[in-house]
């Protein structure tokens, strides 16, 4: 699988790095969305079927808003390095995650349903990047008012979801 190396400070926003930090510095961020994936399938396949769509606290959002989120973070990362990686040098909006959640109806979803859409976004993703030539992928643009390039933003939606698998965990899970 194609190597990318992990991007340096200057080619994403400083909150990024959280996600930067949970990718191992391999240059393999591509095995690892595909591992990230299969572990994310088993994990929420093993959730008892009622905590997919409670809310640990007040105000927080349920497994499966979690598992939409990921996958419509995953779809508009992708999109910004697609567009950069095409030398679009449009400066990109930003986007209200907490909007995106009410609209998606992620808890009258059936789970399979969900997990059948991250697997397809996911092989879309991991088919973009190995298509992208190794020149192109410390090209940069601006999204969110932020500098991101095309190689950190596969390192984002690879660290994004890690993160979210890791809160769950503990949210739902505490040892």
């Not at 699988?1 to 340096?8: A, D, R, S, T, V």
């Not at 990024?16 to 391999?26: C, E, K, S, T, W």
């Not at 390039?149 to 040892?175: C, D, M, Q, T, W």
Request: with cysteine; hydrophobic share 40%; aromatic share 8%.
């Amino acid at each position: 699988m194609n190597l990318i190396p992990k991007p340096q400070p200057g080619e994403y926003a400083p909150y990024a790095l959280m996600y930067m930090d949970l990718i191992p510095n391999d240059g393999r961020v591509l095995q690892h969305l595909q591992d990230n994936l299969a572990e994310t399938l088993a994990f929420i396949r093993a959730c008892p079927a009622e905590l997919l769509s409670m809310r640990h606290a007040e105000g927080e959002w349920t497994i499966k808003e979690i598992l939409v989120h990921i996958i419509d973070d995953e779809r508009i990362y992708c999109y910004r390095a697609l567009r950069y990686a095409r030398h679009d040098s449009t400066e990109l909006p930003g986007f209200e995650q907490d909007d995106y959640v009410p609209p998606s109806k992620a808890n009258a979803r059936e789970i399979e349903a969900i997990l059948e859409e991250l697997i397809a976004v996911r092989a879309a993703t991991i088919t973009f990047f190995k298509s992208v030539a190794a020149e192109d992928l410390t090209r940069k643009g601006v999204g969110s008012g932020n500098i991101m390039s095309v190689r950190a933003a596969a390192y984002h939606i690879a660290g994004h979801e890690v993160h979210h698998l890791n809160s769950i965990k503990e949210n739902y899970f505490p040892a």
